[in-house]
């Protein structure tokens, strides 16, 4: 689990092979109530977005329940195509022509809370299509505010929809990109352990230097770096070369980097104010 605004790793599980997200899913959102101590008002202030691995009803009724906010996809691919064919009006999606959608009109009583259902449907190469159904607790409101839109556009029924399909857009760009970069970067792919309890350590291990990553690149507060990803972070600030210099006690006292590296110069005052407490002196070596 992944908290997608600041790109935090909340929650790392391994589960054997023959386990789906439908079985895995609460014990993970336990796990990530127990880490961020989510009590009942910060569960109402927090949205899981998922994919269609964790949309069934029972999962989904379970999340509302709680109190969470929903962004979801239908599980059941029969239920998807009986729940398009209840679309009375399909619109053009202005930022990808093959795809378009529209409102679910069947109403969603099933679910233990109000909710928003969206059909969308994708041209294959051989000219059918391809469904699915959007789930969400949110307003239109909320789902503006999120993606950071003017609340005016609650009033046009296009640039609703539109907002709701990109907020579930956004869902897989965080998790997979952080999956990609933790791959390349950190190297994950490369290490494998045959005992699972030791899979397990090296996939928490995987975490945490996932999120000292992440925490490195807020510490050092450079305009530049907040760009980078995981991959960058590692092969190009993480590999500056320089000295470090030690006390009798073998303590630093002292960090020099290399004056040619182009990015020292970037979060060289960033670390310095990071550092001074530590009375640790951070300069490029020059007199």
């Keep these: 689990m992944l908290a997608t605004q600041y790109e935090e790793v909340v929650v790392d599980r391994l589960f054997a092979g023959n386990v789906q997200l439908i079985k895995a899913l609460q014990p993970l959102v ?57 679309v009375t009006a399909w619109v053009q999606d202005p930022d990808w022509s093959e795809r378009s959608f529209g409102w679910v009109s069947e109403p969603p009583t099933d679910y233990v809370r109000p909710i928003q259902r969206i059909a969308v449907r994708c041209r294959r190469q051989d000219g059918t299509f391809a469904y699915g159904v959007l789930i969400c607790s949110l307003s239109a409101e909320q789902v503006l505010a999120v993606l950071g839109r003017t609340s005016s556009q609650a009033a046009d029924p296009v640039a609703v929809l539109a907002a709701y399909v990109t907020f579930y857009d956004q869902r897989g760009g965080g998790i997979e990109t952080s999956l990609k970069g933790d791959k390349q970067g950190l190297g994950l792919t490369k290490r494998n352990k045959k005992p699972f309890e030791a899979q397990h350590i090296l996939v928490l291990l995987g975490s945490l230097a996932h999120n000292v990553v992440v925490w490195a690149r807020r510490w050092l507060s450079s305009p530049q770096i907040q760009r ?10 993480f590999h500056i070369s320089g000295l470090l210099r030690f006390d009798a006690s073998g303590s630093v006292v002292e960090i020099v980097f290399n004056q040619e590296a182009c990015l020292a110069r970037s979060f060289l005052c960033p670390l310095q104010a990071l550092l001074a407490l530590l009375r640790v002196v951070v300069n490029l070596g020059e007199t």
């Excluded at 109402?44 to 979801?72: C, H, K, P, Q, Y």
């Excluded at 980078?228 to 190009?236: E, F, S, T």
């Design 228 to 237: 980078y990803g995981i991959l960058r972070m590692v092969r190009d600030v």
């Design 30 to 86: 336990e796990a990530a109530e127990t880490t961020l101590e989510l009590d009942e008002a910060k569960r109402a202030r927090t949205i899981i977005r998922v994919d269609a691995g964790s949309g069934t009803l029972d999962d989904l009724n379970w999340l509302l329940a709680r109190g969470f906010e929903i962004m979801a996809k239908e599980y059941s691919g029969q239920r998807v195509l009986r729940l398009a064919k209840t």
